[in-house]
C-alpha cells in the first residue's frame, strides 16, 4: 500500500477514534461545557492513536529510548497546535452555524482533513526527520 493511501485510512482511523471519543464523553457528561469537554476527549485520543501509527507505519521511526520517544511526542503534539485550532474551529464554526450535531461533526471531518494535510508535512520535516532541524 502507498504512502498516501495509508496515511489516508489511518486518518480515518484518528478520526473515528476521535468522533468516537466525542460521543461518549457526551453520553457520559452533559453538564458545563460538556461540548468543550468532548471535543478536548476526541482530540486527546485522536492524538495519541495518530501518534503511534504515524511512528510506527508512516514514518518507520524506532525510539531509541523512553525518553526519545517522549522527546518525539511533544515534538508531534507541539506541531499538532495549528492543525488542531483549525479542526477546532471548523467543528465550533459548524456547530455554531448549522446548530446540529451532524453538521458539527461534518465540520470536525472536514478540520481534521485539512489539519491532517498539514501535519504530515510538519511531522516529515520536522518531528521524524532524519535531518537535524
Keep these: 500500500m502507498n504512502l498516501a493511501l495509508r496515511y489516508s485510512a489511518f486518518a480515518v482511523i484518528a478520526i473515528a477514534i476521535n468522533l468516537c471519543?466525542?460521543?461518549l464523553s457526551l453520553l457520559m457528561y452533559q453538564g458545563a461545557f460538556a461540548l468543550y469537554a468532548a471535543i478536548l476527549a476526541g482530540t486527546a485520543t485522536g492524538l495519541i492513536s495518530k501518534f503511534?501509527?504515524?511512528?510506527?507505519?508512516?514514518?518507520?521511526y524506532r525510539s531509541k529510548s523512553l525518553g526519545d520517544d517522549i522527546n518525539?511526542?511533544?515534538?508531534?503534539?507541539v506541531t499538532g497546535i495549528l492543525t488542531t485550532l483549525i479542526f477546532w474551529g471548523?467543528?465550533?464554526?459548524?456547530?455554531?452555524?448549522?446548530?446540529?450535531?451532524v453538521m458539527r461533526y461534518f465540520g470536525a471531518v472536514v478540520g481534521l482533513a485539512?489539519?491532517?494535510?498539514?501535519?504530515?508535512?510538519?511531522?516529515?520535516?520536522?518531528v521524524f526527520s532524519t535531518k537535524a532541524v
Design 72 to 77: 518525539k511526542f511533544v515534538a508531534y503534539s
Design 90 to 101: 471548523f467543528e465550533l464554526g459548524f456547530d455554531y452555524v448549522f446548530a446540529s450535531k
Design 114 to 126: 485539512i489539519g491532517y494535510l498539514i501535519k504530515f508535512q510538519l511531522d516529515k520535516h520536522y
Design 52 to 60: 503511534l501509527l504515524d511512528k510506527i507505519y508512516i514514518f518507520n
Design 21 to 23: 471519543s466525542q460521543e
